[in-house]
């Protein structure tokens, strides 16, 4: 089958698709340095050019961490899933 044969919603799909398996290269233009997370694990923060998302991947497994992964490696959250406090407030 052709890529004229597809329909249009098939067609925005492939693009989709696409767009969502193309490249990550590291952010800020290649600025990002790795560092290793609150967790223990070693992350860069990278970019997608074709979607313009950012997220972070993970140097340990090499998979692109979703934002709730990076929360919990980045330590966001407590164990209850409130959300943490990142530095204590003081009354003054």
């Not at 992350?43 to 919990?72: C, F, R």
């Not at 490696?73 to 959300?83: I, P």
Request: net charge positive; hydrophobic share 35%.
């Amino acid at each position: 089958m052709t890529r004229k044969s597809l329909s249009l919603a098939d067609r925005l799909a492939a693009d989709r698709a696409k767009r969502e398996n193309s490249p990550w290269i590291v952010a800020a233009g290649g600025k990002e340095e790795p560092f290793i997370a609150r967790s223990g694990a070693r992350l860069i923060y990278v970019w997608q050019p074709a979607t313009g998302k950012h997220a972070y991947l993970n140097l340990g497994t090499d998979i692109i961490l979703s934002d709730e992964e990076a929360e919990m490696h980045l330590n966001k959250y407590t164990r209850g899933g409130s959300r943490a406090t990142p530095y204590p407030k003081f009354d003054r």
